[in-house]
């Protein structure tokens, strides 16, 4: 079992930093894969950012050379740097784990003000 407790979002104006944290607890030595989703009112889930167990990363376009994801394995985090946010930008960001399945965190809301 992994358990994920995120924290870091709120309220930002547009062009503004935000940094996200997820701390993986329990059976942390088999997490292997690491990113954020996210899911705006009305629409579906989407991928923002991948971290693999080796570094590598993937990010989804529309926040390309905006967002870094990164992780500190000795403290089981993943956070999500979060630059010159948009308004549609906002959303419930979901950390995730990939161990024996995917493992889920609680969301934490993110609201860019124009």
């Known amino acids: 079992q992994v358990q994920l407790v995120e924290s870091g979002g709120g309220l930002v104006q547009a062009g503004g930093s935000l940094r996200l944290s997820c701390a993986a607890s329990?059976?942390?030595?088999?997490?292997?894969?690491m990113g954020w989703y996210r899911q705006a009112p009305g629409k579906q889930r989407e991928l923002v950012a991948h971290?693999?167990?080796?570094?590598?990363?993937n990010y989804a376009d529309s926040v390309k050379g905006r967002f870094t994801i990164s992780r500190d394995n000795a403290k089981n985090t993943v956070y999500l740097q979060m630059n010159s946010v948009k308004p549609e930008d906002t959303a419930v960001y979901y950390c995730?784990?990939?161990?024996?399945?995917?493992?889920w965190g609680q969301g934490t809301q993110v609201t860019v003000s124009s």
């Open positions: 995730y784990a990939a161990h024996t399945r995917i493992y």
């Open positions: 329990g059976s942390v030595f088999s997490i292997n894969a």
């Open positions: 971290i693999s167990s080796g570094g590598t990363t």
